[in-house]
């Protein structure tokens, strides 16, 4: 059974870069035709989609993401990354990672990590 679990810093200061990191254990990031993807939760919000990666056919992003936003993979770690460039304090949220078969999952869609609470501040 595949397991996700997110990492990352919990604090980020505004105009910095947001690295997160998702670890994939029980299955590989390459097999299979899986989305791998990030979203978040906004405090009061609903889920956001950020983007996803599948391996074969490449990154795709939400448009209102896609020029702050980078998603990648190492295979070596068998992980997938999250860079969020130039974040404000509009970007706090609970972010997760998520294997699905659909492009833009909900709870109910596959695999999901527990979570990793982000807060933007100076």
């Known amino acids: 059974q595949v397991q996700l679990q997110e990492s990352g810093p919990g604090l980020v200061k505004p105009s910095q870069t947001l690295s997160l990191i998702c670890t994939v254990s029980g299955g590989s990031i390459t097999t299979g035709d899986y989305f791998w993807s990030w979203v978040r939760q906004p405090p009061g919000k609903d889920l956001q989609w950020m983007g996803a990666?599948?391996?074969?056919?490449?990154?795709f992003y939400s448009p209102t993401l896609k020029s702050r936003a980078s998603i990648s993979g190492d295979t070596s770690k068998n992980q997938i990354t999250l860079q969020l460039h130039s974040v404000t304090p509009e970007d706090t949220a609970v972010y997760y990672c998520a294997r699905s078969t659909k492009l833009v999952p909900g709870f109910q869609d596959g695999s999901w990590g527990q979570g990793t609470q982000v807060t933007v501040s100076s």
């Open positions: 990666m599948q391996w074969r056919h490449g990154t």
